[in-house]
C-alpha cells in the first residue's frame, strides 16, 4: 500500500501522551499508535526508499522505525515515551545471501551510522535530514585527516558549500569551540575540524504536507539532491 499521508488528528496522540505519560494509558493507545503513526511511516519508508533506489544502487537502503520507548537509565528525564517518531533509510553494508539462502554478516559498525533520510516527526519539532549525526572515534579520525589536506580537503568544503547553496543547512552537532590538537588553528578548514558528525538538514516540510500523498515525492526530491553529500560520508568514512 502506498504512503497517502498521515492522519490530520494523528497529532493529537503525542499531545495526549505527553499529558499522561503512563503505561496504563498506553497499552490503550498502542493500536491507535500503530495505526496513525507507524503503518503510514513504515509506508513513508518504503517508498521513499524505493525512489531513492536507483540514486545509492548498489549499496542497500534499509528502512526502520524506532522505537517510542525511551532510554531511561542515565537520563535526568524520567518519561517512559517518547512525543514524537522517528524513521530512518539507512545505507547498509549487508553483505550478498550465503549458500543456502542465509543472510550474509555485516561487519559491525560497518554502516557508519549513515543515513540517506532521518525524518522526525512530533510536538517537539519536525525535522528531515541526512547522513551521520556523530562520528565514532574511528570515522573522526579519518574526517579530520581528509579534511585538513588540500587534495581532499579542498573537494568535500566545495561540496559542502555547493549543498548549502542549494538550500541545505549542513554541518555538525554540539561541534568543538577550538580547532583539535595538531592542526593549525588559523587553518582555512578550521570550521570543518571542529565537527564532529556531518549532516544535511531539509527545508521545512511544507504546511499541511505531512497529511497528504506527495510527501514522498517531495521526500525523494530532497533526498536526491543530498546523495552527493551523504555519498562522500558514505565511501570515506566507513
Same mark, same amino acid.
Given at each position: ?59 542497500? $537502503? ?9 532510554? &531511561?537509565? *542515565?537520563?535526568? @528525564? =524520567?518519561?517512559?515515551? /517518547? ?37 522526525? $516527526? ?9 547522513? &551521520?549525526? *556523530?562520528?565514532? @572515534? =574511528?570515522?573522526?579520525? /579519518? ?96
Amino acid at each position: 500500500m502506498s504512503f497517502q499521508g498521515f492522519a490530520r488528528n494523528a497529532p493529537a496522540f503525542f499531545l495526549e501522551l505527553a499529558s499522561e505519560m503512563n503505561k496504563q494509558w498506553f497499552d490503550a493507545n498502542k493500536q491507535r499508535y500503530q495505526d496513525e503513526w507507524v503503518a503510514p511511516m513504515t509506508e513513508l519508508l518504503e517508498q521513499v526508499g524505493t525512489g531513492l533506489a536507483k540514486t545509492y544502487a548498489p549499496t542497500k $537502503l534499509e528502512p526502520k522505525v524506532m522505537r517510542i520507548y525511551r532510554d &531511561t537509565r *542515565f537520563a535526568r @528525564d =524520567k518519561a517512559p515515551y /517518547k512525543t514524537h517518531i522517528a524513521g530512518v533509510l539507512r545505507l547498509s553494508a549487508k553483505k550478498p545471501p550465503l549458500a543456502g539462502g542465509r543472510s550474509g554478516a555485516k561487519p559491525a559498525n560497518s554502516d557508519g551510522g549513515c543515513s540517506a533520510m532521518y525524518v522526525h $516527526l512530533g510536538i517537539e519539532e519536525e525535522f528531515v535530514g541526512a547522513g &551521520t549525526y *556523530f562520528f565514532d @572515534d =574511528k570515522q573522526l579520525a /579519518k574526517w579530520r585527516k581528509l579534511v585538513a589536506a588540500d587534495k581532499t580537503g579542498k573537494p568535500i568544503a566545495a561540496l559542502i558549500a555547493k549543498t548549502r547553496k542549494a538550500g541545505y543547512a549542513v554541518g555538525g552537532h554540539d561541534d568543538y569551540k577550538k580547532v583539535p590538537r595538531g592542526f593549525a588553528p588559523d587553518h582555512p578548514r578550521a570550521d570543518l575540524l571542529r565537527m564532529k558528525g556531518l549532516t544535511i538538514g531539509f527545508p521545512e516540510i511544507p504546511k499541511g504536507m505531512l497529511h497528504q500523498a506527495k510527501l514522498a515525492p517531495w521526500l525523494v526530491d530532497h533526498g536526491r539532491a543530498s546523495a552527493p553529500l551523504v555519498t562522500w560520508i558514505w565511501q570515506h568514512l566507513r
